[in-house]
């Protein structure tokens, strides 16, 4: 099973998008239209996640946010070997993505990696990942912007 | 994830990852529910486990997901490199709960350390260092001062949570770290203290059900602290002294403590308004007598003891109905700490505040102060409402044991 040969999608980096940055920058009359875009984005098949943002949301998540991830299961994708071996050369890559001594895993590195393998947006950067945009330069490829 | 798709994992970092956790092959072969040959086969490379089994491994061994796609496992100091030698603990072979224990400490410190620098403010510096040679009494009296904690203070403190919160408040604003951690058992240790400096930072076993207990080992711990800042100890691993000199400083930290949190000038005025013979203390005395001070019935009873108003052997009478009393006693009922309680009683104040500091700097996003914090996103709002009020932890269920 491999992720490559799909078409160019927008890769969501995370629920920091949704309640994070969202959270804290849009006025609230902004965040329904925002999640009905996703939703459609993610019905359409243009958007997707890796499953370990699940893991993320399902850990330090709100209920509704949980809940809104359970009724868009689509939007995970499984970490298929490509997308394991991608994300592992990153996180080589960029130490600071790994603490080896950290109790939880950050998702980023396994995010870029999928956005890497379909050639497309990376939507939006946490703080970490526009780090490694700005070294790196060439990770985001598809629509032309460079988060 | 319904397929199981195979994790390319290196298994040499499934073994450091086990190894490192404390656990058994045997005991984690059981938790996810394979063979223990089976989980053999994977740390000797001949299988592969599914993303979803070493999913299962990272939560339990508490290591990140990726750790295990390592070319070579990562270079960490021993745990025994941080933290100061313990009785009950040998280092090496540490159980799994005091190492994970640590782990949290130790990331919280250097949590702590990063973002203060980030928000630039200068990271508090502990300066009290205490020598042996000083004597428990000065080295006492020493610490008290440095917290600033008066004893008109104290001695109007409500009750022994409120003084608990106090205490633990006056070392934190010293430039020491204070956490609470759950699950280790109390005949391990009851208390920790991690030896690195600028912000050493002490750890004390919520198994301790009393508040007054709590107080004690607190004290207890920062005087390691202290010894260690004046170069007097070290960390487990190079500590060199026979197990007798330990025990010597061991009861150096402890008179210390008493000294610190009972002084001698005002255990002496209380006791000038009590009529008690030498060994005339039964438990109703002592019990009266702690609670003015908001220590437990033992912790007075060794300071009587050490002041010289019971003797050896009235200590041991003394012990010996108290722990008939104690037994005497129903169980202690626990009641049910909230999320945010358990995270202040865990984290600190301080380094609570911290984190919400630099979350709403935008240093920080929200999965990872929440991570920081052990607790879910919305929860913050209601975390930073009890951090104001300071009601949290008034219950007795701060801990989340």
Known sequence: MTATEQRPVNVLAGHKHVHGLAGKVLPPRCLSSLELKIGQLIDAGDCAAVALVKEEIDSVGTPDLQTWAKGHAGLFVPLATDIQLAGASIEARYPDLLDPKSPYQSADAYVIALAQIRNTNLVPPSRVLLDVCDRGGSIVTSGGSKL | ?401
């Open chain 2, 1 to 401: 994830m319904s397929v199981a798709i195979p994790a390319e994992v290196n298994p040499t970092l499934l073994v450091w990852a086990r190894e490192q956790s404390g656990y058994p092959a045997e005991i984690v072969a059981k938790r996810l529910g394979v063979k223990l040959d089976r989980l053999e086969a994977w740390e000797r490379g001949e299988r592969k486990p599914t993303v979803r089994q070493t999913q299962e491994l990272a939560k339990y061994y508490h290591r990140p997901f990726g750790v295990f796609f390592l070319p070579q496992p990562p270079s960490i100091p021993p745990l025994a490199a941080e933290y100061r030698r313990l009785p009950g603990v040998r280092p090496g072979v540490e159980s799994p709960e005091f190492r994970l224990a640590m782990r949290v400490m130790l990331q919280r410190r250097e949590l702590a350390i990063q973002l203060n620098d980030e928000l630039g403010f200068a990271v508090p510096e502990f300066r009290t260092a205490a020598r042996l040679s000083e004597g428990p009494t000065t080295v006492g009296q020493r610490l008290r001062e440095a917290l600033g904690v008066a004893i008109e203070q104290q001695l109007a403190w409500r009750d022994e949570w409120q003084a608990w919160r106090e205490w633990r408040s006056a070392v934190e604003q010293s430039g020491v770290l204070v956490f609470q951690f759950p699950k280790v058992p109390l005949e391990q240790t009851r208390g920790v203290s991690v030896l690195d400096f600028p912000l050493p930072a002490v750890g004390i076993n919520s198994k301790e059900g009393a508040p007054g207990a709590r107080i004690y080992s607190l004290l207890h711990e920062l005087v390691h602290v202290a010894l260690a800042l004046g170069k007097e100890e070290t960390v487990a691993l190079r500590e060199l002294r026979s197990d007798t000199q330990w025990m010597d400083v061991e009861r150096f930290a402890e008179e210390a403590a008493s000294e610190a949190i009972i002084p001698q000038s005002a255990l002496e005025q209380q006791l000038r308004g009590i009529t008690v013979v030498r060994d005339g203390w039964d438990v109703a005395r002592v019990r009266a007598l702690a609670a003015r001070f908001r220590v437990t019935p033992l912790a007075m009873a060794t300071r009587l003891r050490s002041a010289g108003a019971m003797s050896w052997d009235g200590y041991r009478q003394w012990r010996a109905d108290w722990s008939d009393f104690v037994a005497s006693l129903k169980p202690r009922r626990g009641g049910i700490a909230s999320p945010v309680d358990k995270t202040l009683g865990r984290a600190g104040r301080s380094f609570v505040q911290l984190v919400l500091e630099a979350l709403d700097a935008n240093r920080i996003t929200a999965v990872e102060a929440s991570r920081y914090l052990d607790l879910r996103f919305d929860h913050i709002e209601k975390l930073r409402s009890e951090l104001t009020t300071g009601a949290a932890g008034s219950t007795g269920v701060d801990d989340g044991d």
